[in-house]
């Protein structure tokens, strides 16, 4: 059996280790620390922000990000339905009300379309949002241009959750700043990583005052231990702060491998009957945290399903697209927008999408390894475009 291939492992430089010495040797083994402020310091500047805090996952910069909007029980948010669980639990978390919203077939992500006529029905029921979660899916912007116009007029504030999307951007302007507020992971599995951790970025130095008061349990300014308000134990530990400067300096090396890792999947495959590779928008960088691609089952019959058990059986790890979050049990009730009205643009990504390994460290003989996989199972089932007009002209 050859060598286990991940979807997207965690990728050092080497130098990393050295930050955790440092830290031990200056015993700064704390949730607080130098490389914390240096971290947030470092990050904000290379996004182009003006203040960012350290916290220890995307989820809890996500649920702090409901916080500052003063989400409360009985309120509504509205977010993208196709991502992962963790853009949408702080809104349980707040005892709110998840509202989930289709994408579009152009970037896979929140549709525009979808957003007015929650809007437009949200008004007719006289409850409009507290704040709308736009997800950038697998490192591709949503149309923030026309989504921030939209929850401009309706003058409701936009959470961009760029967990997947750092060092991308859309029309110049990095990921996850250009909603209100930003949202980034350094989980594990992400294009830079701190083994755990996240990052709330925003111009509003409120909120930035407010989210370091929160994060760490919301201690008053007293003597002694004196709390008015309910805080959270949401820091980010010193080591691993000294992990992400680190990683934030390989940062562009990241994205360049993984954007190389996409090209290369793209002129193999992109030809085969029914792939659809997620295409990048017009004056957009992607960073293609993950390749991925749609199989429409019109044009070929083999299956996502088939395609991944084939991998795992080769020892690779590839995984469907995300589950759409208003089919999900756990949000069994929800509203949900579609794009069209008989047009479900996340359900149909779900049924035929693929996430393919798409890691920096990812080598070149590793990826043909993928694609021969891929192009095996094609031929195997005999389906190429040919074959299907074939069987066609004989019936
Ligand atoms: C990874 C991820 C998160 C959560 O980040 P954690 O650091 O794992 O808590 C949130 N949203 C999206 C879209 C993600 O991919």
């Known amino acids: 059996m050859q060598s286990k291939i991940y979807l997207s492992p965690p990728h050092m430089s080497g130098r990393e280790e ?36 350290a916290v220890n996952s995307g989820t809890a910069a996500i649920h702090l990000a409901l916080l500052l909007l003063d989400v409360k029980r009985g309120d509504r948010v509205f977010c993208s339905t196709l991502t992962f669980v963790a853009s949408a639990n702080p809104i349980l978390y707040q ?8 994408s579009e077939p152009d970037s ?29 899916l697998y490192g591709q912007s949503a149309k923030m241009d026309e989504i921030m116009s939209i929850c401009k007029q309706f003058n409701v504030p936009v959470i961009e959750d760029a967990a997947e999307s750092l060092g991308a ?21 992400k294009i830079i990583t701190t083994s755990g951790g996240g990052m709330l970025i925003s111009n509003n130095p409120d909120f930035i005052k407010r989210t370091r008061f929160l994060a760490s349990q919301a201690r008053d300014d007293a003597p ?58 017009a ?5 293609r945290w993950l390749t991925t691609f749609y199989l429409n089952d019109k044009e070929t019959n083999v299956t996502v399903n088939q395609l991944i058990k084939q991998l795992a059986d080769e020892n690779i790890e590839a995984r469907p697209v995300w589950k759409p979050l ?55 089932s005999n389906t190429s475009r040919e074959y299907l007009v074939s069987v066609e002209n004989e019936l």
């Not at 110049?172 to 507020?181: A, F, V």
């Not at 035929?352 to 990812?362: D, M």
């Open 169 to 189: 951007t859309f029309h110049g302007k990095p990921s996850g700043t250009i909603g209100d507020i930003g949202c980034f992971s350094f989980n594990g599995n």
């Open 224 to 281: 002694h231990y004196q709390h008015s308000t309910l805080g959270y134990n949401y820091g980010l530990s010193n080591l691993l702060a000294g992990v992400g400067r680190e990683q934030l300096k390989v940062l562009n090396d990241r994205m360049e491998a993984r954007r190389e890792i996409f090209n290369y999947y793209y002129n193999e495959l992109s030809t085969l009957p029914g792939v659809y590779f997620m295409r990048e928008l």
């Open 326 to 380: 208003h089919l999900q049990p756990l949000f069994k009730g929800a509203k949900y927008y579609s794009h069209g009205l008989n047009t479900h643009i996340a359900e149909q990504l779900f049924s035929g999408g693929i996430c393919l390994p798409s890691g920096s460290n990812l080598t070149l003989s590793q990826q043909d390894r993928i694609i021969s996989c891929i192009r095996k199972v094609f031929k195997t």
């Open 18 to 53: 050295a930050m955790i010495q440092e830290a031990f040797m200056t015993n700064w083994i704390a949730p607080v620390g130098p490389h914390v402020d240096m971290f947030e310091k470092e990050f904000a500047d290379c996004i182009g922000v003006k203040d960012a805090v």
């Open 95 to 102: 005892g709110a009300e998840p509202v989930f919203i289709d």
């Open 108 to 136: 896979w992500n929140m549709s525009p379309r979808a957003l007015k006529k929650a809007f437009q029905e949200a008004v007719y029921e006289e409850k409009l949002p507290k704040a709308v979660i736009v997800v950038n």
């Open 283 to 287: 004056n957009t960088q992607s960073n």
